[in-house]
């Protein structure tokens, strides 16, 4: 009977397998026919400079939405890209269509504001990112410097010596680089020093907890304290609520991005928005 039941509770375990396996190879290739069919869009989300309430730059997020399946969350669709070797050309397109909305957003008017697109392991290891980008620049005319990467540590940890190396270069074509979801990866801090970056962002769980964890308040604290000694701008990324951004605020944090102050919106939501940030920003922030 044990025998019996072990091979049930294995064929219900290949069973699941297969229906996982299937149901990514499914994805797969719908994402491919999406990025050849304009299935892909990008959400922007604002970064809001505490000391004089000006909007320094925005995340642009990649969104999908499947007609079956509805919206899909890139913490999902990103691995599959990744894993089915369409990230290089996805993640290609994410940093052509960035620097299409900087034109776009340019024209309406808005004020020359940074986007930061998010770049993955893969596309930052394997792909020819630097010759891409410097293409995608002179094709759409966009300064190098309102393009930022944001890249995690794991993604340079890997091989840290190629990862400077492509580090420096894309500094030296003007790209701004920003380290994200800081605090979760395993960097090393004597690393850190020779990276040619701009921006820390802390990552949304500690600030997630910095009210009910005196641990998280005190890795914000670190992290504020690290970029200070770096000259790095700092970023905290998930602010929700009015306590937490008064917590940060009060460690001396520079820049903010959350919910509290506006979820990632469509290019002409973000647009009116910025509109009425600037009209009334703290009207803004707390209707988020
Ligand atoms: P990330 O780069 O750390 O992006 C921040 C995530 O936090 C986004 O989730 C954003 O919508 C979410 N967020 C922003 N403010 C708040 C908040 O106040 N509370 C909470 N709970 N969440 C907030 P999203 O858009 O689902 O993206 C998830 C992850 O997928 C990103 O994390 C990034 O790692 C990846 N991703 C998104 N777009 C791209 C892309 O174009 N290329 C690559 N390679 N990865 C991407
Ligand atoms: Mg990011
Ligand atoms: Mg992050
Ligand atoms: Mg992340």
Redesign the pocket.
Known sequence: QAKADGRNTFRLFAEQMNAEVKDRKEMLADMREALDNNGFQ??F?PQVQLADQSIVGS?????WHHNDRGQV???RF?PVAEQGGL?VD??EW?VGAACDQIGLFDKMGLPPIRIA????SV?FRRGNLVECTKSILDRTGVSPDRLEF?I?ESVVMTDVDKAIKTMQELDTIGVRLSM??FGTGYSSLSYLRQFPIQKI?I??SFV?NIEIEENSMEIVNAIIGLSRSMNITVVA????TEGQLAKLKEAGCEVV????FG??MAAQDFESWMGDWHKEPALVATRA
């Open positions: 990008l959400a989300q995340e642009a997020l990649l969104r969350s890139p913490s990103i990230i996805l993640g994410v697109v998010n770049i993955s596309q944001e995690t994200d979801d962002k990552d949304k997630q990324e998930g602010v929700e991005q959350g919910f509290y979820r990632p």
